[in-house]
């Protein structure tokens, strides 16, 4: 009877702190989680720290798992890549009806462009340079997943990386740490929207923090090391950004940091982001990332959970390094209560703002998960942007004098050829865990839906995706098969031959697969693999005007393709709708648009190459290729294949030269540069004009150009427009020596154009 009237008064404390538990102002948020805090014990405590995997939960049989065992036992805050309401429900079901204190768990998962409508790859969507597109995707992507339960999502990946050869570049925003900025801000308005409460809105967790992408050689997980300067100029003001734009949680990266690993380090996890940046939310690992630290030399399981605790990480993914130890370090002094008091709080702090103290099953509608995901309205945008993503590299007449190759006609004969054409799973790209493979649509799908009866296509595989069927196999996991054809490579060629012979122009779908880029999929040869190019000189031997589809998670070397291949439409991986935005293009009903925002080398031997680089000593002066004594290679110019920013249209654009309101400013006065842009072609196209500036004596070597500004803008055939940029010095300042963050007086360019390299230029001083 006393325990009855005991579990009762629980109870009723309980149901009245959940009414209250309505998303009101952090005072009442503070009156919540301090008197739920109170009723908890050490182990409960330690229990919210604790992220497990999901592996071994089945629908209808979550009660009998061993995860069900331990969330009964309140050792778990959350789960992650546990997909739809009913199996969600039923977990929940469990914390919320059977724990003691019935807290509710989060369900976070890898949402990383789109749910099951999949856009682009990040790497792709930051071709866009369309912060609105970019904000609608995370939007949609929002209100797709926490239809399907899930209220929290690893993304966005802000990594800035200026080295192709590492595979995680197509889960990031490419090279810059300016237009990196402005992606992870609209990223993490589009999942939490105005308000984390409403039930479309998820939290974003912004991730690898910090610097994964720098690691050496391009090698996933290796180290990477970096001076003070450099961080804080170029590599973190993307995760400085999305904190700011109020992003609710972040993810250490797998990478050390100064010789200590980010998951244990307190510059990175407590001075930096909270106190100079002012986080407030919560941070937890990335897989594993506490018990890898065994291997980095940290120490033991126990040693390596205090220090990832004491550093500022709040949540152990995977690992239960911190279930399994922190109640023993606690005995032992080796952490305070005070710490796991302090990590305990900001997981609840984010399961309050999230609502799911008010309603744990918020996130639990079967009638939005029928009627919310995967609909028309959603694939249309992600059709759109995927159009938009795509960076049309070449683009070429078959004779001079001739119009140039793309875009192709919908009569006639297409010979579609290659591993890519018809090969749907890998449409969505890396990372696309809730995409329904068998609703992606193919580049032959796209090419028939687009011509109906006007034109033939004919298909030919051509080539596997490489000679060597075990890599075929590491490139094509997570159910992404590219079928392999089990002929020998001429027989597979042949008939390919046969096929583009009969045609009036040849599409070549080649590339990489989605696999070949992505997590632990880092390549030392960024080339298209061999038998594939095999494939392309044969094909362009048949003197058929051939257009490249180019496939790619990351820049990659085409040499040889710039030279021989008349048109190059790098398509990335453009998400479910890709078939039918790539037919958009390749028939222009949609005039390109994409821009890199990484560059592409000549080789691979020039990596890292980015546009924004010091100028060194020993510059090499414009348009030169060797000199002795300068900085340079005996055997390649320093020049990229594409530069940052690159991107053809259908139409032409010409740049007038650059007007400045103002030859010198003071602090904070305005400075409006102005180019008169013109459509100089015969249709209408969009284009992306770009602000660089350099200032050219620094209290520290500067870059020779830095990206500060950029406007999407369509013009019809013959029509001039008027960009205008406005900037002040505070978009001149940067982290010195002493990294403080200040603009300095002097001298500085300004360039406008159309990329990194062709630009009009203008001068002007900052007077302080
Ligand atoms: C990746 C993260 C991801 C996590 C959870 C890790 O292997 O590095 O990006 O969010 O797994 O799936």
Excluded at 50 to 73: C, H
Excluded at 123 to 129: I, N, Q, Y
Excluded at 222 to 228: E, V, Y
Excluded at 729 to 735: A, I, P, Q, T, V
Aim: charged residues 20%; contains cysteine; hydrophobic residues 40%.
């Amino acid at each position: 009877m006393k325990l009855f009237t005991k579990a009762l008064a629980c109870l009723l404390i309980f149901f009245s702190l959940q009414a209250n538990a309505q998303t009101a102002g952090p005072a009442k948020m503070k009156v919540f989680i301090d008197a739920l805090m109170k009723r908890m014990t050490l182990d409960e405590k330690v229990g919210q720290l604790n992220l497990p995997g999901s592996g071994d939960i089945v629908t209808g049989q979550a009660g009998n798992s061993d995860i069900s065992k331990k969330i009964r036992e309140g050792k778990v805050g959350g789960l992650f890549n546990i997909k739809s309401v009913a199996k969600i429900k039923a977990v929940q079901k469990i914390a919320v009806e059977e724990s003691r204190l019935k807290i509710p768990m989060i369900f976070g998962m890898d949402v990383i462009h789109g749910y099951q409508t999949t856009f682009p790859i990040p790497l792709a969507m930051s071709c866009t340079w369309d912060m609105k597109l970019v904000e609608q995707s995370a939007r949609i992507a929002a209100s797709e997943a926490s239809a399907d339960g899930i209220c929290w999502t690893f993304s966005p990946m802000v990594d800035i990386s200026r080295d192709p050869r590492w595979g995680r570049i197509s889960e990031g925003n490419g090279e810059d740490a300016y237009l990196g900025s402005q992606i992870a801000q609209a990223m993490v308005k589009g999942y939490q929207g105005n308000n984390l409460s409403d039930s479309k809105s998820i939290m974003a967790c912004v991730k690898h923090y910090a610097i994964y992408g720098a690691a050496e050689a391009g090698r996933d997980y290796n180290t990477t090391d970096m001076s003070r300067v450099r961080m804080y100029n170029e590599y973190l003001p993307p995760y400085k950004a999305a904190v700011e734009a109020g992003a609710g949680s972040i993810m250490a990266s797998f990478n050390e940091v100064d010789g200590i690993p980010a998951t244990a380090n307190k510059f990175l996890m407590t001075d930096v982001l909270r106190k100079q940046w002012g986080f407030k939310g919560f941070v937890v690992t990335d897989y594993t990332g506490i018990n890898e630290m065994i291997e980095h030399g940290m120490g033991d399981l126990q040693n390596v959970s205090a220090l990832a605790l004491k550093a500022g990480v709040d949540m152990d993914m995977v690992g239960e390094g911190f279930l399994s130890t922190l109640p023993k370090s606690l005995k032992e002094n080796k952490v305070t209560l005070q710490q796991i008091d302090e990590a305990c709080r900001l997981v609840l702090e984010a399961k309050y703002k999230l609502g799911l103290f008010a309603n744990p099953y918020k996130y639990c509608d079967e009638q939005r998960a029928a009627t919310d995901i995967f609909t028309p309205a959603n694939r249309k945008v992600a059709r759109q942007i995927a159009t938009e993503s795509f960076v049309l590299l070449k683009n070429a007449p078959m004779a001079s004098g001739t119009a140039a190759l793309l875009p192709i006609k919908k009569t006639g004969t297409i010979a579609l050829i290659g591993p890519l054409a018809d090969a749907k799973e890998n449409m969505p790209g890396t990372w696309s865990v809730a995409t329904d493979f068998t609703k992606a649509i193919s580049v032959l799908q796209g090419l028939k839906n687009a011509v109906g009866g006007n034109a033939k296509i004919l298909y030919a595989k051509g080539a596997n995706l490489d000679a060597d069927s075990l890599f075929e196999e590491h490139a094509t996991l997570f159910g992404k098969t590219l079928h392999r054809d089990a002929r020998s490579n001429e027989d597979i060629l042949k008939e390919a031959l046969d096929i583009a012979s009969q045609a009036d122009v040849i599409v070549a779908a080649l590339g990489e697969s989605a696999e070949m880029s992505g997590e632990s999929a880092s390549r030392t040869d960024i080339g298209i693999p061999k038998v594939q190019q095999d494939l392309l000189k044969a094909l362009l031997k048949t003197g058929k005007p051939v257009v490249l589809v180019l496939f790619a998670g990351r820049p990659m070397t085409l040499k040889w393709e710039k030279d021989y291949v008349p048109a190059i439409l790098n398509v990335w991986f453009g998400g479910t709708e890709a078939g039918d935005a790539i037919a958009d293009v390749l028939f222009g009903d949609v005039s390109p648009s994409g821009k890199l925002s990484a560059t592409f080398p000549q080789n691979v031997g020039q990596v890292p190459l980015y546009y924004n680089h010091k100028n060194t000593g020993r510059p090499l002066g414009e348009g030169q290729w060797f000199q002795k004594f300068r900085s340079n290679y005996l055997d390649v110019s320093n020049d990229p294949l594409y530069p940052f920013g690159y991107g053809l249209s259908y139409t032409t654009f010409s740049y007038s030269s650059v007007t400045l309101s103002t030859n010198s400013i003071k602090s904070n006065q305005p400075l409006t540069a102005t180019v008169t842009l013109t459509n100089t072609g015969t249709t209408t196209g969009k284009e992306v004009v770009q602000l660089y500036t350099r200032q050219m004596v620094g209290s520290i070597t500067r870059p020779v150009k830095e990206l500060k500004g950029f406007q999407k803008v369509e013009l019809k055939a013959g029509e001039s427009k008027k960009i205008t940029f406005t900037i002040t010095s505070n978009d001149l300042k940067f982290y010195n020596s002493d990294l403080k963050f200040a603009a300095e007086p002097g001298d500085y360019k300004i360039f406008i154009g159309t990329n990194s390299k062709d630009v009009k230029e203008a001068n002007f001083k900052l007077i302080l």
